[in-house]
């Protein structure tokens, strides 16, 4: 069985961003700040579009604010190698 993580540099682009607070973030993107606090620490992933929408705030690809990595159930990634 596989498992999806996605992980994310929410946090340290809002600090980057003139310490943008979580609620700032989440007004500019559509959602409750418990939203923004559950996406930063790995609670909740976000459905694509809102993971276009925290992108566009920051003006960053989507790939440079999140992660994506997936492995099976033995702890090996798809590759191969031992993680």
Known sequence: MSKCLISNN??????????MTQQELAD????TRQTIIAIENG???????LAFRVARVFNKPLEEVFSFDLKDAKNKSLTGKRI
Request: hydrophobic fraction near 30%; charge should be positive; charged fraction near 40%.
């Open 10 to 19: 929410i946090r340290k682009l809002r600090f980057n961003a003139d310490e």
């Open 28 to 31: 500019k993107t559509g959602v």
């Open 43 to 49: 609670k909740y992933s976000p459905t694509l579009e």
